[in-house]
């Protein structure tokens, strides 16, 4: 152990021999996780013995590891501290497709991308001709505005994953852009195929978005409050003719020509077939001596008169009606089993607390990315902290109500090192009965 | 005596160099967590690299037993001096020198392992000619090799290998002056002497919150053992309902660990109740 204290005098940079010879002495296979452990040490247990040395040989050879590249290999970027922005000095291509930004001809890169190419140790990143160090930037960058080592360690960690991960942006933002974009691809005047497609997807997205509107205005919905018994019908049951005023021709559409103004009913309207047949219509006749009782004996009869009529069929295969006229006979549960008035909640009315602002927007890893129309996310994002407070459960439903059936926001939960990821989603359960 | 560094970074504690990470492992049982990219094999989270991220209680403790020096937060880009731009360029150029000759050293041994192959090839050559001395055509074999060594090439420069620094080699001095990490309450205390506690007992521990808890205890090393505990601290005179414990049994039968439910007395003594569900039926 002598050695430790020795050794911890700087012996971070790599000399000259160490650099070249990085290729060859590459220790690439990993720890082993899990697996078959032993329940607690045992004092003069060999076998347990030279298992920890050798996972501990290992580990020291992995958390030795530098970053170290060919100089044609590594990209270059420069910080600039007032933009809070990398702009690139030296490009190596294969990155571009998922990081950076174009501005006025020039590449830049939001602080976590930078961050992460230097990680990964694809860039170096120079401030003032000097360059820095992965704890420098860990330093500088972590500590501009938007972002903390929590997002980071989120972010780092599903791109590692192979997943795109990119700020998030509201759809104004999205919208902004795409108006720019379009505007500048007028100017090229060259569509390709692929571009065609992201437009429609982006389509698609903004339809999403306008439902969403939709959906929050129509929620406080005005019932009339007409008052039917002072409102008089006519009774034409006992009549054989009926005759209608003339429709003034104003309200009616063109083509269509109101001559014949009687209808003769011979045996009076109440004959006329097609009333008494509509299906599940009907008038109930049987007696029960309790309400469980007559709904049953009623549900029967209307299921057997289901079955009897032409409409019989539509229950008879797998694919069914969403309504069952023998379950659904008042509005509300129409309205319930069509699912019309969804599972939201009423938001407190003195609710004052910001709305959780989300972070990332995550992309599968499809090959159809692109920067310039990024399309709709697979997900998105919230990074917090094991100790933040727990979301107030109005942001929650507006978080539900703002991407309703478009993209699942997960929280992603960051606790020193662990990081899990969990979705908060309003249910609406089944009803069995 | 070094003391380990930890660099400050908000309310987390980091350590950069290797030596210390695996001090701390080795010789303070202190496990931490890897949170970098490990540099040969970055895109997979199976195993991480530098830098270590410790654990609040980790820190807290590193501090009061005076183990660690706490260096100040680098939350802004220092302006380079110019002797300092003028020693990592003269650093940078000596570094490509060493590589260059290490390379043409290298070629040159390779070259050497040819001679054999050369020396046949010119002795076949020799046999037609029929009236060559071996002197002669040793001779002969020295100067082709001499043309060969001549037509090394140099390293060309942009096939160097550079190095982006994992530590900070600069900015290493003005230690922050801090006592202990920012205790926000009660409970937070309560983890900080928990955690002191078992350590001092002599057990390895990680964060818990894996399995619910504060910490997981492990008897030795993680690497090798099982956790048996899940620590789970309460502030005193907390108050837990009957169905918290249920909660709590379950979770302990399920991931087959012992659970430790631990609290502060008002004489700051470390307290500790296990959870045994009996399972009566």
Redesign the interface.
């Given at each position: 152990?002598e050695s430790?204290?020795c050794?911890?005098?700087?012996?971070?940079?790599?000399?000259?021999?160490e650099?070249?010879t990085?290729r060859i002495a590459?220790?690439?296979s990993?720890?082993q996780?899990g697996g078959v452990?032993?329940?607690?040490?045992v004092k003069g247990n060999l076998e347990?013995e030279s298992?920890?040395n050798e996972?501990?040989r290992k580990?020291?050879e992995?958390?030795?590891?530098?970053?170290?590249?060919?100089?044609?290999s590594?990209g270059r970027a420069e910080?600039l501290?007032d933009k809070k922005l990398a702009k690139q000095t030296k490009d190596v291509g294969k990155y571009l497709k998922y990081f950076g930004h174009n501005k006025d001809k020039e590449i830049y890169f939001l602080p976590e991308e930078i961050l992460?190419l230097?990680?990964?140790?694809a860039y170096?990143l120079y401030?003032?001709?000097?360059?820095?160090?992965?704890?420098?930037c860990?330093?500088?960058l972590?500590?501009t505005e938007k972002l903390?080592?929590q997002k980071y360690?989120v972010y780092?960690?599903l791109?590692?994953?192979?997943f795109i991960v990119r700020r998030y942006q509201s759809s104004d933002q999205v919208q902004a852009k795409r108006q720019s974009n379009s505007s500048k691809r007028d100017a090229n005047n060259d569509e390709s195929e692929t571009i065609k497609k992201k437009q429609r997807v982006d389509e698609m997205e903004n339809n999403d978005m306008c439902s969403e509107s939709v959906a929050s205005t129509s929620m406080n919905v005005k019932y009339c409050n007409w008052d039917y018994s002072k409102i008089d019908f006519p009774d034409f049951s006992k009549q054989s003719v009926i005759s209608l005023p003339e429709v003034d021709s104003k309200y009616l559409p063109g083509r269509i020509n109101m001559q014949k103004r009687e209808y003769c009913f011979p045996n009076g309207l109440n004959s006329a077939k097609y009333i008494t047949d509509v299906p599940g219509c009907k008038i109930i006749k049987n007696t029960a001596s309790n309400w469980k009782e007559f709904k049953e004996v009623n549900n029967c009869d209307i299921l057997e008169k289901l079955q009897a009529s032409g409409c019989g069929c539509l229950w008879r295969g797998e694919v069914q009606p969403l309504l069952n006229p023998a379950e659904t006979n008042t509005q509300a549960s129409i309205l319930k089993s069509i699912k019309a008035n969804g599972p939201s909640r009423s938001l407190d009315e003195n609710f004052t607390e910001n709305e959780l602002i989300l972070d990332y927007d995550v992309y599968s890893p499809d090959g159809n990315f692109r920067k310039s129309a990024p399309g709709r996310p697979d997900l998105r994002l919230i990074v917090v902290k094991?100790n933040d407070q727990v979301p107030h459960i109005n942001n929650i439903e507006l978080l539900n109500r703002k991407f309703k059936a478009n993209v699942p926001v997960y929280f992603a939960?960051v606790?020193?090192?662990?990081i899990?990821f969990v979705s908060l989603i309003t249910q609406s359960l089944p009803d069995l009965c | 005596?070094?003391k380990i560094k930890i660099?400050k970074?908000?309310e987390?504690y980091?350590v950069?160099?290797?030596?210390?990470?695996?001090?701390l492992?080795?010789?303070h049982r202190i496990v931490?967590?890897?949170?970098?990219?490990?540099?040969?094999?970055?895109?997979?989270?199976?195993?991480?690299?530098?830098?270590l991220?410790l654990?609040r209680e980790e820190a807290a403790l590193l501090i009061k037993r005076d183990i660690c020096q706490v260096l100040k937060?680098?939350?802004?880009?220092t302006?380079?001096d110019d002797k300092?731009?003028e020693e990592?360029k003269i650093k940078r150029d000596?570094?490509y020198h060493?590589?260059n000759?290490?390379?043409k050293e290298d070629r040159l041994k390779e070259l050497e392992k040819l001679r054999p192959r050369i020396y046949e090839g010119m002795k076949r050559k020799a046999k037609k000619d029929s009236n060559i001395s071996s002197e002669k055509l040793e001779e002969n074999v020295n100067e082709k090799m001499k043309n060969l060594e001549k037509r090394i090439d140099n390293l060309p420069?942009?096939?160097?290998?550079?190095?982006?620094?994992?530590?900070?080699?600069r900015?290493i001095e003005a230690p922050e002056e801090i006592n202990t990490v920012a205790i926000t309450d009660k409970l937070d205390e309560t983890k900080i002497r928990v955690f002191e506690d078992l350590h001092d007992r002599g057990y390895f521990l990680t964060?818990g919150?894996?399995f619910g808890g504060d910490f997981l205890v492990y008897?030795?090393?993680p690497?090798?053992?099982?956790s048996?505990y899940v620590v789970i601290c309460l502030e005193n005179h907390a108050k837990i309902s009957p169905q918290q414990f249920s909660t709590y049994s379950r979770l302990a039968t399920i991931v087959k660990k012992t659970i430790l439910l631990s609290y502060l007395k008002d004489d700051y003594t470390v307290h500790y109740i296990s959870l045994n569900w009996a399972g009566i039926s």
């Open positions: 152990m430790a204290n050794s911890r005098e700087n012996k971070s940079l790599l000399n000259a021999e650099l070249s990085y590459a220790e690439k990993l720890l996780r452990k032993d329940y607690c040490p347990q298992k920890i996972f501990r580990y020291i992995l958390i030795k590891q530098e970053r170290v590249d060919k100089k044609d590594l910080w501290d992460f230097v990680d990964i140790g170096e401030y003032k001709d000097m360059l820095l160090s992965l704890e420098e860990f330093g500088i972590l500590s903390s080592l360690q780092a960690y791109i590692r994953f192979g094991q939960i606790s020193s090192g662990d899990s | 005596m070094n660099r970074l908000d987390n980091m950069w160099n290797a030596s210390d990470i695996i001090e492992r080795n010789k931490g967590s890897l949170i970098g990219c490990l540099p040969r094999i970055p895109r997979q989270n199976q195993q991480l690299g530098r830098p991220l654990l937060e680098i939350s802004e880009p302006n380079p300092e731009i990592f000596q570094l060493e590589q000759i290490l390379a420069e942009s096939a160097q290998m550079l190095q982006i620094p994992t530590a900070c080699t900015l964060n919150s894996k008897p030795g090393d690497c090798r053992y099982h048996h």
